[in-house]
């Protein structure tokens, strides 16, 4: 559950640690927001440590779930994106897929705008309830593309600097090539920060 809701609701995090009720998450990251699990180096491991990336736009957002203690929740975002292309793992049959997100926290560049095509690094929320919601794997994981220009993700990052660098065909080169590393065991997921 910790690292599913670790993405989402960061805010709600740190007013449990302001509180003293921090029950052990740990809120210095390696390089990235407070809310990161992982922080990437490369793109073969954030494809790896990914159970899904898609290139997909936004097409609705709407109300999602509600998370957190009574009188702490949070009521996320769903993005929902129309898939336009599978680039590792699957989705399932769908044409569409929901990204959960706080819609509390910043976006740079925001991306939670229909109309808005993305290339998203993400896992599946398998928590009761969830519906088969997917949620980031951390900032660095999702890019906005504009034809075939990538946005990066974070600025001043190394690896979204060299994404950004790339055009959207060869980002999709270089994460087939990923994904036969990982196929081959070349490639591992990262342990999460604190794991």
């Known amino acids: 559950m910790m690292r599913r809701c670790l993405g989402v609701v960061a805010p709600l995090l740190l007013l449990l640690a302001a509180c003293g009720q921090d029950e052990g998450v740990s809120l210095s990251p390696v390089g990235g927001a407070v809310s990161d699990e992982y922080w ?3 793109l073969p491991v954030m494809v790896a ?15 999602g779930t509600t998370v957190g203690p009574p009188g702490y929740e949070i009521e996320l975002l769903d993005a929902i994106l129309a898939v336009q292309e599978v680039l590792y793992g699957s ?23 229909t109309g808005i095509t993305v290339l998203a690094f993400m896992d599946v929320n398998t928590d009761p309830g969830s519906e088969g919601k997917y949620y980031l794997v951390n900032s660095q994981s999702l890019s906005v593309v504009a034809g075939t220009d990538v946005q990066p993700a974070v600025e001043g990052d190394p690896l979204s600097e ?20 990982i196929a081959a065991g070349e490639v591992n997921p990262q342990t999460p920060v604190g794991g």
């Open 162 to 181: 060299q994404m950004a660098a790339m055009t959207i065909d060869e980002i999709r080169s270089k994460i087939l090539k990923a994904t036969e590393a």
């Open 40 to 42: 990437f180096d490369s």
């Open 49 to 63: 440590t990914s159970d899904v990336v898609v290139l997909g736009t936004v097409i609705e957002l709407k109300q």
């Open 91 to 113: 989705a399932g049959e769908s044409s569409t897929l929901a990204i959960q997100t706080d819609p509390f926290i910043p976006a740079e560049p925001e991306w939670r705008e």
